[in-house]
């Protein structure tokens, strides 16, 4: 199983930028589908990066254009660059995993990171 550890977060003024950081370990990360997760009280929680074991990535279109995922697999470490921020990115961010395919939704991510806060202010 791989352990998993944000950290990044913070605070920031609309029109910004962040870039958070997930160091896996435990196991190899590249073996794993990896998702940063969005959750603010009240509301469902929001896969807004994917990236699969071949590198390919995915977003919604409330974040395509101003996020970037990658991962670095000699550092075991995933990155989600966030660009432009609004104040509707303000929430918790996960990192989490699933081992080899990506799952269908955020809920079937298996490994999940204790989360990083991010808050975007106007």
């Known amino acids: 199983q791989v352990q998993l550890v944000e950290s990044g977060g913070g605070s920031v003024q609309a029109g910004g930028s962040l870039s958070l950081s997930c160091a896996a370990s435990g196991s190899t990360a590249s073996n794993y589908c990896m998702v940063w997760i969005r959750q603010t009280p009240g509301k469902e929680r929001e896969g807004v990066a994917f990236?699969?074991?071949?590198?390919?990535?995915r977003y919604p279109d409330s974040v395509k254009g101003r996020f970037t995922i990658s991962r670095d697999n000699a550092k075991n470490t995933l990155y989600l660059q966030m660009d432009n921020l609004k104040d509707e990115d303000t929430a918790m961010y996960f990192c989490?995993?699933?081992?080899?395919?990506?799952?269908?939704?955020?809920?079937?991510?298996?490994?999940w990171g204790q989360g990083t806060q991010v808050t975007v202010s106007s």
């Open positions: 989490a995993a699933k081992f080899y395919y990506c799952p269908g939704s955020v809920q079937d991510f298996v490994y």
């Open positions: 990236i699969d074991r071949a590198g390919g990535t």
